[in-house]
Each structure stands twice: as structure tokens, then as C-alpha cells.
């Protein structure tokens, strides 16, 4: 069966955060930081300018866990209830037309979560199917993808209707002092995302020939959220970095399987376009040079690091809305690709139709 996968609709928050903006609060606030021109050196690397769902003033307030969580739910259901109206409205269905919800967040937390709130504010059937999950992380969009690709093979005929937000902003915290989370202030950006899919042609758009999950062995500590009085935080290990590298033999090894229906049966799946999480520019790098990927074939990546920063689970799909704006040819063969806290890969690949 194939399964297609819609063009997403992405909802940016107003609040636009220059990162001068915030390499100046953290100057002030840290100037006896002992490793304050390394922390120089990677700010002026950093995306050059970030999208807050909150006003920087609210944001940088001091203010404590019950407060910023409640802010971050709210703004996670608003965007992705906003991502979600525009991804029907584009394909002409009405709610009553989706058949299962499929939700990630990992900032906000609350019970019930995101795929109630739509239910209730979308107007869904009270029977839609809904796969709620809150621990994916940075993975979220693309194991979303593969969760609604498992749904409608499983029931020919259904709509899926994926829907992806986070309030990384949230976790903008004074406390937290390590590089790495001086380095998160920078990269994190807000954004709730949205998509259909369904055994259905949705027009131009990715036609899906096989999934991939890997969990790296020995990883799950190397990102992780943490949460205290303050709110939440995400930590990271000094062996994060490597995560790329030492997952990428197993992934390399599964481009170069056949497909499960009989596809190609000998040379790699050809990588003509890649719609990858955008992590951090570290991250990209080493993506291209563990895969062999020139710069056009993460250019889509690229561009929106730069513009939005690193938008959680909704990264990936945000690519992939830059991918429909300049596509690759119909025929040709791609990677849709995510990371997330584990460390885990979560891995689709995606013929191009018209």
C-alpha cells in the first residue's frame, strides 16, 4: 500500500527575538561565567533570529514551574490548534473527515493533552482515533509521520491528521549555566505544525516506501528533560555529540535494504533530497559527512536553522514545508529524518510525486 504525506501548514509565533537580543541577556547575566567567550564564540553561530509564542520580557520573567508550564500548554494547543485548521482548510476536509489524530508535544505538560484539546476545539468525530505522545522530544515530527503511516496501513481507507507543537521557549531558564543549555537559549524556537496523511494522493508531496526506528544503544541519558521548582530543563551529556556518528553505521545500513515489497534489491536507497531535523549546525554537519550529502541536498535544513532555529518535533516538518516551495522532480527519491532524546532515530524513506 502507499501511503502519502501532505504538505504541512506551520504556525510561527509573532514574538521575533533577534540573537543579539539574547546574547545580551546572557552576557549580563552571566559576565563571571568562566567559559564566557566560548559561550561568545557559539552564540555568534547561532540562528539569527528565533520565534517566541511569548513577548522576550515574559519569557526572560522570573516565574516558576506551575506558571510556565500552564503558559507553555496553552500556547502549544493554540499553535497547533491554528497549524491544524490550516492544514484542512488546504486540502478542503472538514474535521468530521479525519479518522485518527496523532499528536507530539514535549513542553506543556497536562493531562489530558493536545489531542483532547483538538478534539474538543477542531470539532472532531468523538470517535476519531487519537494517538497522544509526549516524550518524543525532537523526534516528535518524524516519529509522528511513522505512527499515522502504521495507522492508515492498518485501516486502508483513513485520514490521519498530524499535528506537532512545542513551547521550547519555556525552558529559557537563568539557573541553568552548562554550555549546552547557553546554547539552547539561542537555538530553541516556538512553532506548532500540522499535516494529513492517508493512502489517498494529497497532492505534490511525499509518497512513503518504508520506515525506520533505531534506539542507540546505551544513549538515554545523552538528552534528557529534567524538571524542578523552576520549571523545565533539558540536559545533555558530553557524549551527545557523538550521537550522529555512532548511529549513522545502522542507519546507512538500512538505506542500503531492499524494500519490504520486493523494491530494488541491491545499492543504497538514493538520497536525491533529504527533509532532516535541524538539531543544530553541528549536527547537520556531521549528517552530511557520515551520509555524503552536499550542501543542496540540506539546504531546506539549513534555512530553516537559520530562520526559525530548532523547533522541536516540528523542525522536520517545517522542512519539509520548504521542500514543497523549491521540490525536487516527481520520481525522485529522498530521507525524511528526525532525532530525539533516546538517542532515537526515527527514519522514512519517501518517493516525490506531483
Known amino acids: ?9 506551520v504556525e510561527l509565533p509573532g514574538h521575533v527575538v533577534p540573537r543579539r537580543r539574547i546574547a545580551e541577556d546572557v552576557e549580563r547575566r552571566h559576565a563571571d561565567h568562566p567559559r564566557l567567550a ?10 539569527a533570529q528565533r520565534r517566541y509564542s ?16 500552564a503558559t507553555a500548554f496553552a500556547d502549544v494547543c493554540r499553535m497547533g490548534t491554528a497549524a491544524a485548521r490550516r492544514a484542512l482548510a488546504a486540502h478542503h476536509l472538514s474535521p468530521a473527515d479525519v479518522d485518527c489524530v496523532v499528536t507530539s508535544h514535549s513542553t506543556g505538560d497536562a493531562v489530558p493533552g493536545l489531542d483532547v484539546h483538538l478534539v474538543a476545539e477542531l470539532g472532531l468525530r468523538p470517535d476519531v482515533a487519537r494517538r497522544p505522545m509526549t516524550q518524543l522530544g525532537c523526534a516528535g515530527g518524524a516519529h509522528a509521520l511513522i505512527t499515522a503511516v502504521d495507522h492508515v496501513r492498518a485501516h486502508p481507507g483513513t485520514t490521519v491528521l498530524v499535528v506537532v507543537a512545542e513551547s521550547l521557549s519555556s525552558t529559557y531558564h537563568h539557573g541553568d549555566t552548562d554550555l549546552e543549555m547557553m546554547i539552547y537559549k539561542a537555538l530553541w524556537g516556538d512553532s506548532g505544525a500540522a499535516l494529513l496523511v492517508s493512502d489517498r494522493p494529497l497532492g505534490p508531496g511525499l509518497a512513503v516506501a518504508d520506515t525506520w526506528e533505531y534506539l542507540l544503544p546505551g544513549s538515554a541519558l545523552r538528552y534528557r528533560k529534567r524538571t524542578d521548582a523552576a520549571g523545565v530543563h533539558f540536559d545533555s551529556e558530553r557524549s ?3 550521537s550522529v556518528a555512532e548511529a549513522s ?7 542500503a535494504r531492499p524494500l519490504p515489497d520486493g523494491g530494488p534489491a541491491t545499492g543504497p536507497w538514493p538520497l536525491d533530497f533529504v527533509v532532516a531535523h535541524t538539531g543544530g549546525p553541528a549536527l547537520l554537519t556531521d549528517l552530511a559527512d557520515r551520509l555524503g550529502l552536499d550542501d543542496e541536498q540540506l539546504s531546506h535544513s539549513w534555512s530553516s536553522l537559520d530562520e526559525v532555529g530548532n523547533l522541536g518535533g ?21 530521507l525524511l529524518l528526525g532525532f ?15
Do not use: C
Open 1 to 9: 500500500m502507499v501511503v502519502y504525506i501532505g504538505r504541512p501548514a
Open 249 to 255: 553505521p545502522a542507519l546507512r545500513d538500512w538505506l
Open 38 to 47: 566560548s559561550v561568545r564564540r557559539v552564540l555568534g553561530r547561532m540562528p
Open 314 to 334: 516540528a523542525s522536520v516538518l517545517d522542512v519539509l514545508a520548504r521542500t514543497h516551495t523549491a521540490p525536487p522532480p516527481p520520481g525522485a527519491h529522498g
Open 54 to 69: 511569548q513577548p522576550f520580557e515574559t519569557v526572560l520573567a522570573d516565574r516558576d514551574a506551575t506558571e510556565r508550564n
Open 240 to 242: 551527545a555529540p557523538r
Open 340 to 354: 530525539g532524546p533516546g538517542f532515537a532515530v526515527s527514519a522514512l524513506k519517501t518517493t516525490w510525486v506531483a
